[in-house]
């Protein structure tokens, strides 16, 4: 089992930058594929960013390619989400997951066993 938390959210303007935290309990964090994904209001879940268990491959969406960088810090057990260049269609509730065993990245929802409570980002414009 695998609990994740994540944090770091908030309201920002337009063009500003936020940084996601999820911090994973349990000794077998590093063999899993982690990922990011968010619901806006009205909208279906959408995939952001994933991190391979090891780090060396990670893989986003077209919409935050470059303004985002996901990266993972496997001695702290967590995962995390830079988002610089903010745009107000980035509002949304924003979730990290964990899944596969020492696999590579992965956008569908379906491959992810554990999900985060999320956390909600605002984007000002």
């Known amino acids: 089992q695998v609990q994740l938390v994540e944090s770091g959210g908030g309201l920002v303007q337009a063009g500003g930058s936020l940084r996601l935290s999820c911090a994973a309990s349990?000794?077998?964090?590093?063999?899993?594929?982690m990922g990011w994904f968010r619901q806006a209001p009205g909208k279906e879940h959408e995939f952001v960013a994933a991190?391979?268990?090891?780090?060396?491959?990670?893989y986003y969406a077209d919409s935050v390619k470059g303004r985002f960088t996901i990266s993972r810090d496997n001695a702290k057990n967590t995962v995390y989400l830079q988002m610089n260049s903010l745009k107000p269609e980035d509002t949304a509730v924003y979730y990290c997951?964990?899944?596969?065993?020492?696999?590579?990245?992965?956008?569908?929802?379906?491959?992810?066993?554990?999900w985060g409570q999320g956390t909600q980002v605002t984007v000002s414009s």
């Open positions: 997951a964990a899944g596969g065993h020492y696999s590579s990245t992965s956008d569908y929802r379906s491959f992810y066993d554990y």
């Open positions: 349990g000794r077998t964090f590093n063999k899993y594929t």
């Open positions: 991190i391979s268990w090891s780090g060396d491959s990670t």
